[in-house]
């Protein structure tokens, strides 16, 4: 499973919150993981126009607010191609067998029903939403 969305979000809400520009060594002691990977995906989501550096100070801040930033956004500017691609069908059933010979047809429906309501669910939520529920968890 591919973390890459979840530490996009970690990082953005420690960018929001934080009341000075945090730079990638920052993000990388809070996510519990190294700086270079952390740049990595920092660089994905200024590249996506979400964020920018501060120069010589290799520090970030957003370009838009919280409220603003939808879940599918972020997950879309850190995932390969921006697609969203959740399951897959393995590749060669048996046409010979009743249940090999439909699975895909079946799955593939129910699977694009499933990523329907994925992108459905990322769209209506925001960075906002993230902030609030840490701050429910602290209190």
Same mark, same amino acid.
Do not use: C, Y
């Given at each position: 499973?591919?973390?890459?969305?979840?530490?996009?979000?970690? !990082?953005? =809400?420690? %960018?929001?919150? !934080?009341? =000075?520009? %945090?730079?990638?060594?920052?993000?990388?002691?809070?996510?519990g993981t190294n700086a270079s990977y952390i740049r990595k995906i920092l660089s994905l989501l200024k590249k996506a126009g979400i964020i920018q550096s501060h120069r010589g100070t290799g520090a970030y801040v957003l370009k838009t607010t919280p409220d603003e930033l939808t879940l599918l956004r972020i997950y879309k500017s850190v995932m390969d191609n921006g697609e969203i691609h959740l399951l897959d069908i393995h590749q060669n059933p048996n046409d010979q067998c009743i249940v090999g010979k439909h699975i895909k047809p079946v799955l593939g429906s129910m699977f694009n029903k499933m990523e329907e309501a994925f992108i459905r669910q990322l769209s209506i939520m925001t960075l906002r939403d993230c902030i609030n529920e840490i701050k429910k968890q602290i209190q």
């Open positions: 499973m591919d973390t890459k969305f979840s530490v996009a979000v970690h !990082s953005l =809400v420690l %960018i929001s919150e !934080s009341k =000075v520009p %945090i730079n990638s060594n920052k993000i990388a002691l809070s996510v």
